[in-house]
């Protein structure tokens, strides 16, 4: 789910970055204030003036990106831009809801540790633990998958442990076979199998609304701002099959890029199996977060169902949609966890542990909305939108998709992804707005840009994890990150714009 940056241990450029935004975020915001901004109204040229102030703090990280966040909805309210009911309104929102559910819901799952036997059933099976290209492919629909419903973070901490093994395994049955040894991060193949595992766990998260922060921040925007609500069925039609394009991309990438010096692996099956039969028979509190997560994916799945058949104007998808909207589907789900039995715990899930869930992430997500639907509301959106159209030259749907997909990319390479997503969907819709053109697709492509960043350690948490094992060197991950971010554009774009053409996409009517 959530793909923020992680913390890593400060080195003296880090610090040098956090020291200058101490200065250089306070001087953007009187230096805006004290600018003419021409026709800007008072509210919007203040509301300018913070989110300068804020992307400074975000981009330097002088801040926890939380704290930021909630300094400036804070400062919104000190300068007047907003009365503080209407300032926090983001922090009722019902996605905010289904974020604290859906984590606590994967918090169960990391606890009995049902991610990790889902996996290892998985890669142990014949097909594809006998070859290296196979496990490369292996791992990938894994993190893939995983990533859909759990934390991008949590999915790349499990998996990467899994491949130090599997990368051990490789390095004896190499000598065994060529009577040459190796460690196993002198393997070509370790950086491409350590790539996969961030690059897939991030890029999985694309498929479903929570599978990471920006998807329900743009969902959020299109609903709050155009009045079209994308479902949790609807966003799967649509994002899986790019997800799936964009894991043909990466894998063809990293084979390529990263080639194995060993194909055939006998006896990693073997490992593999070794390291699944540990964890025994299914515990009881494994049941009980199975029962719950099922039981909200077919809550989530079931209206795009009924949609089907019995259809949209039925008595039964109106009161589904009604008693069980999908901001409240996960917290359903995560209070029957208190009720589920645990096994070696009373529950299937304790308070101290559901409050282990990454608060940042829903803080900095209920602020960036805020923050977004403030640029709305006081015509900052709009007059970016206008001043972005005439400084690209870009007014077709097209053009328009094409840079709002690479400014959000470029700018999650420098931000965080939630960060990312509410600084560029709200722009996204303004461009299309100011050039009168269907919105939905820019904020679409921005929403899934922001989920792009591969570049650098410190862009994604997955990108980190590996990192640090020692196997995946800086100018091999920025190498290989810069080439996939390109695939991830262009691929989003002829996607994006292929769906709009076969009326795919859901459409603002009158655009």
Same mark, same amino acid.
């Given at each position: 789910?959530?793909?923020?940056?992680?913390?890593?241990?400060?080195?003296?450029?880090?610090?040098?970055?956090?020291?200058?935004?101490?200065?250089?975020?306070?001087?953007?915001?009187?230096?805006?204030?004290?600018?003419?901004?021409?026709?800007?109204?008072?509210?919007?040229?203040?509301?300018?003036?913070?989110?300068?102030?804020?992307?400074?703090?975000?981009?330097?990280?002088?801040?926890?990106?939380?704290?930021?966040?909630?300094?400036?909805?804070?400062?919104?309210?000190?300068?007047?831009?907003?009365?503080?009911?209407?300032?926090?309104?983001?922090?009722?929102?019902?996605?905010?809801?289904?974020?604290?559910?859906?984590?606590?819901?994967?918090?169960?799952?990391?606890?009995?540790?049902?991610?990790?036997?889902?996996?290892?059933? !998985?890669?142990?099976?014949?097909?594809?633990?006998?070859?290296?290209?196979?496990?490369?492919?292996?791992?990938?629909?894994?993190?893939?998958?995983?990533?859909?419903?759990?934390?991008?973070?949590?999915?790349?901490?499990?998996?990467?442990?899994?491949?130090?093994?599997?990368?051990?395994?490789?390095?004896?049955?190499?000598?065994?076979?060529?009577?040459?040894?190796?460690?196993?991060?002198?393997?070509?193949?370790?950086?491409?199998?350590?790539?996969?595992?961030?690059?897939?766990?991030?890029? =999985?998260?694309?498929?479903?609304?929570?599978?990471?922060?920006?998807?329900?921040? +743009?969902?959020?925007?299109?609903?709050?701002?155009?009045?079209?609500?994308?479902?949790?069925?609807?966003?799967?039609?649509?994002?899986?099959?790019?997800?799936?394009?964009?894991?043909?991309?990466?894998?063809?990438?990293?084979?390529?890029?990263?080639?194995?010096?060993?194909?055939?692996?006998?006896?990693?099956?073997?490992?593999?199996?070794?390291?699944?039969?540990?964890?025994?028979?299914?515990?009881?509190?494994?049941?009980?977060?199975?029962?719950?997560?099922?039981?909200?994916?077919?809550?989530?799945?079931?209206?795009?169902?009924?949609?089907?058949?019995?259809?949209?104007?039925?008595?039964?998808?109106?009161?589904?949609?009604?008693?069980?909207?999908?901001?409240?589907?996960?917290?359903?789900?995560?209070?029957?966890?208190?009720?589920?039995?645990?096994?070696?715990?009373?529950?299937?899930?304790?308070?101290?542990?559901?409050?282990?869930?990454?608060? =940042?992430?829903? !803080?900095?997500?209920?602020?960036?909305?805020?923050?977004?639907?403030?640029?709305?509301?006081?015509?900052?959106?709009?007059?970016?939108?206008?001043?972005?159209?005439?400084?690209?030259?870009?007014?077709?749907?097209?053009?328009?998709?094409?840079?709002?997909?690479?400014?959000?990319?470029?700018?999650?390479?420098?931000?965080?992804?939630?960060?990312?997503?509410?600084?560029?969907?709200?722009?996204?819709?303004?461009?299309?707005?100011?050039?009168?053109?269907?919105?939905?697709?820019?904020?679409? =492509?921005?929403?899934? +840009?922001?989920?792009?960043?591969?570049?650098?350690?410190?862009?994604?948490?997955?990108?980190?994890?590996?990192? =640090?094992?020692?196997?995946?060197?800086?100018?091999?991950?920025?190498?290989?990150?810069?080439?996939?971010?390109?695939?991830?554009?262009?691929?989003?774009?002829?996607?994006?714009?292929?769906?709009?053409?076969?009326?795919?996409?859901?459409?603002?009517?009158?655009?």
């Amino acid at each position: 789910m959530s793909s923020e940056r992680v913390e890593l241990p400060q080195n003296e450029t880090d610090r040098r970055r956090a020291r200058v935004g101490l200065f250089l975020a306070p001087a953007v915001l009187v230096g805006l204030l004290a600018m003419d901004m021409g026709d800007l109204s008072t509210v919007a040229h203040r509301l300018a003036a913070i989110i300068g102030f804020t992307v400074v703090l975000w981009v330097c990280e002088t801040l926890p990106l939380a704290m930021t966040a909630m300094l400036s909805v804070s400062l919104c309210v000190l300068f007047g831009v907003a009365p503080v009911r209407e300032a926090l309104v983001g922090f009722s929102d019902p996605i905010v809801f289904l974020f604290i559910g859906s984590f606590i819901l994967a918090e169960a799952m990391c606890v009995h540790h049902l991610d990790r036997r889902i996996a290892l059933t !998985i890669l142990s099976q014949p097909a594809i633990s006998r070859s290296m290209t196979r496990v490369l492919l292996g791992f990938g629909a894994v993190c893939a998958t995983l990533s859909m419903w759990l934390s991008n973070t949590a999915t790349a901490a499990m998996m990467t442990p899994v491949a130090l093994g599997v990368l051990a395994e490789v390095a004896g049955l190499y000598t065994r076979q060529t009577g040459k040894v190796l460690s196993p991060g002198q393997f070509r193949a370790a950086t491409g199998l350590l790539l996969m595992i961030a690059y897939g766990s991030s890029m =999985g998260g694309l498929a479903t609304p929570i599978g990471t922060p920006p998807n329900l921040i +743009g969902i959020g925007f299109i609903e709050r701002t155009l009045g079209e609500r994308i479902g949790f069925f609807e966003w799967m039609k649509l994002a899986l099959p790019l997800v799936v394009l964009l894991f043909g991309g990466l894998f063809v990438a990293l084979r390529f890029l990263h080639p194995p010096e060993l194909q055939k692996l006998d006896g990693l099956e073997e490992f593999l199996r070794a390291r699944r039969d540990e964890l025994g028979q299914m515990t009881v509190g494994e049941r009980s977060a199975l029962i719950a997560f099922s039981l909200a994916v077919a809550c989530w799945v079931a209206p795009g169902v009924f949609a089907i058949f019995p259809g949209d104007d039925h008595p039964l998808t109106k009161n589904w949609t009604r008693f069980l909207p999908e901001g409240l589907v996960p917290i359903y789900a995560a209070c029957l966890l208190f009720v589920l039995p645990g096994g070696t715990q009373p529950r299937a899930i304790t308070w101290a542990q559901a409050t282990r869930i990454d608060w =940042g992430t829903v !803080i900095l997500f209920a602020a960036g909305i805020c923050l977004g639907s403030l640029m709305f509301s006081t015509g900052l959106a709009d007059a970016l939108g206008r001043m972005t159209v005439v400084m690209t030259g870009v007014d077709s749907v097209g053009g328009i998709l094409f840079v709002t997909i690479a400014l959000a990319i470029i700018v999650s390479e420098a931000a965080s992804n939630t960060a990312s997503a509410n600084m560029i969907v709200p722009v996204a819709i303004a461009m299309a707005l100011a050039a009168g053109v269907d919105p939905v697709l820019p904020a679409l =492509g921005a929403t899934f +840009g922001a989920s792009f960043g591969f570049m650098m350690p410190v862009s994604t948490a997955p990108n980190a994890i590996v990192h =640090g094992t020692g196997m995946v060197p800086i100018p091999k991950m920025i190498k290989t990150g810069a080439i996939f971010d390109l695939c991830g554009l262009i691929v989003l774009w002829l996607g994006l714009m292929a769906m709009s053409a076969l009326g795919l996409l859901p459409t603002i009517s009158g655009n």
